[in-house]
């Protein structure tokens, strides 16, 4: 298996907090990491700029997604539109991605703490963290996630059925944004995950907008985003 590389801002400040943030499906670490510090807020700031003690992490993902250098992919699947088509050819890559971003949350949290790490993602990077954080179990800070949907949801539900298990994960603060206007992956599929979440026993905070497409809404999307991370944070 591929070691998971990851591109790393360093916090202009004392580092106190980290948020690793997982990029979508043709995309890479550096490359959505330069598109994500381009957005602004209704401020005209940057997460850079809001967030000066936040060490940032865009891992990328190892699987090839096309025969072009850098256009990655978390897990193989059908489609996203239908992303709950063909669940077994999507469980190898999947699985193999969720080992690997667990260990880099156990890193980061050894250092600082799990309660002062976000984990986020956008698109298939948000369903492979999602995905990530209810088979473990873990409870972060947060959780974020943009343009996204929930895999293999039946094996979620077996997982988290399980007799004892820790189910900490479900008190987590949950930050979902989607654009109705998305044109990759329809609103719907965000809809039903929010939804699936809530069955869960999760508490959501849902945010959707009529314009953005395949991204986040400016300004109010990242005013959303701000809000949400000051708020999980505030007095850590």
Partial sequence: MATISARVVAPKALHNHTIIF???RGSNG???CNELF???DSSDCSFMDIFPSVKWVFPSATQPY???EGDLQWFDMSSVQRPQENGEIQKLGLWRSVTQILQMIKQEADVIGSQNVILAGISQGCATAIFALLVSGMQLGGFIGLCGWLPLADEIQSVMNVPGRVRDVLKMPVLLQHCQ???VVPVENGNDFRKRLEELGMGIRW???E????????PRGMDGLVNFIQAVWKGT
């Fill in 38 to 40: 381009e957005s602004e």
């Fill in 30 to 32: 550096s490359v959505f």
């Fill in 22 to 24: 997982l990029h979508g």
């Fill in 181 to 183: 206007d998305d044109d």
């Fill in 211 to 218: 314009q953005g497409g395949h991204w986040l809404n400016e």
């Fill in 66 to 68: 096309t025969s072009c």
């Fill in 207 to 209: 945010e959707c907008f």
